[in-house]
């Protein structure tokens, strides 16, 4: 199993511009979710979502568009970027049955905004 | 919403010491509280976690407390060694909201 992939895992953006950072999985897990990482402030939950055909928002979902199509893919929308967004990003998944356990992250994808 | 507050934000200690971290949450409906240990521009792993019912959980030097009454939990480590130098995140786990919410992190560093 490859686990958890992001692409792209380095992207620059000018401020407007939009783009999709792309999370799949093949360990066919439920809960699937995006998280952004900015110094001294943790991980932040973006969206997230519990199956296929169901997102919803997490503690900063402002800017972001997800859709959940299929169980395995889970892709993340700007639609249009700001400087503000500079981050690395991180995808997550969870089998989400039997009560919650460990989280599995991708790699990460560092975005930069100009 | 629910609210994690880790401190400290930064520990240095000496090679052998212990190391503590505390977290405390606001929900009293949470029930599932993981650390995550992360090495540089490394991805977040599962280092150790804890359920409401039970108290205490160890993991050869590591060990995580929770206090569901005062609502905080602790990440004990123990005989620490250079390479428990990283940052550790605790996280939250409400069923009601499907939402896992993480600390700001701490940064330990080890010194040798």
């Known amino acids: 199993n490859a686990g958890v992939t992001q692409t792209p895992k380095f992207q620059v953006l000018k401020t407007g511009q939009s783009m999709t950072l792309q999370c799949a999985q093949d360990m066919n897990h439920e809960y699937m979710s995006w998280y952004r990482q900015d110094p001294g402030m943790g991980l932040r939950l973006i969206h997230y979502?519990?199956?296929?055909?169901?997102?919803d928002q997490g503690e900063v979902p402002n800017g972001y568009n997800v859709s959940r199509s299929t169980t395995e893919d889970f892709p993340l929308r700007l639609l249009s970027a700001a400087p503000s967004q500079t981050s690395v990003y991180f995808c997550?998944?969870?089998?989400?049955?039997?009560?919650?356990?460990?989280?599995?992250f991708g790699e990460g994808s560092r975005l930069t905004v100009l | 919403g629910e609210n994690v507050e880790q401190h400290p934000s930064t520990l240095s200690v000496q090679e052998g010491d212990s190391a503590v971290i505390k977290c405390t949450y606001s929900?009293?409906?949470?029930?599932?509280f993981p650390w995550y240990k992360q090495e540089l521009g490394k991805r977040p792993q599962l280092i150790i976690d804890?359920?409401?019912?039970?108290g205490e959980k160890k993991d050869q030097r590591i060990a995580v407390t929770l206090n569901k009454t005062a609502k905080h939990f602790s990440l004990h480590i123990t005989e620490t060694q250079p390479e428990d130098s990283a940052v550790y995140f605790c996280?939250?786990?409400?069923?009601?909201?499907?939402?896992?919410?993480f600390g700001s992190g701490t940064r330990l560093l080890v010194r040798p």
């Open positions: 929900d009293s409906a949470s029930n599932y």
């Open positions: 997550a998944s969870n089998p989400g049955t039997g009560g919650f356990g460990e989280l599995f």
């Open positions: 979502s519990v199956g296929a055909g169901i997102t």
């Open positions: 804890i359920r409401s019912n039970v």
């Open positions: 996280a939250v786990w409400m069923d009601s909201s499907y939402k896992l919410i």
